[in-house]
């Protein structure tokens, strides 16, 4: 049996952030319940990269996008070059997971397109 990969559902930041984060045993895909019931596991959002951070060891890095109803931080571990030709100020078309770590919902990027 293939596994296909979930389809990205256009989000607004808002959306997640205020949503409940579901996680789910095994190997299925943890998910965002928004307010609306909508399930957000992939999300595609645009929006402007307001901050951009690389960690000293170079094995992390995150950028904040912010969509005019809220931000929040996308999230890279070891594989940081995703995060190399962006800059503060640039309009990004954004496809990721939904991930919450102590309390906080991050994206893990998937695509990013300037």
């Not at 952030?17 to 992939?42: A, D, I, Q």
């Not at 991050?106 to 300037?114: A, F, Q, R, S």
């Amino acid at each position: 049996m293939e596994k296909k990969r979930l389809t990205s559902i256009k989000a607004k930041i808002v959306e997640i952030n205020s949503g409940k984060y579901e996680v789910l045993p095994g190997f299925e895909s943890n998910y965002v319940l928004t307010k609306n019931g909508m399930r957000l596991s992939r999300v595609r959002i645009l929006g402007t990269i307001v901050d951009k951070f690389l960690s000293d060891s170079g094995r992390y890095a995150a950028i904040t996008l912010d969509d005019g109803t809220d931000t929040i931080r996308a999230k890279a571990f070891n594989a940081v070059a995703v995060f190399d030709n962006l800059s503060v100020g640039d309009l990004v078309d954004f496809i990721g997971k939904v991930r919450e770590y102590q309390g906080e919902l991050y994206l893990v990027p998937e695509l990013i397109k300037k």
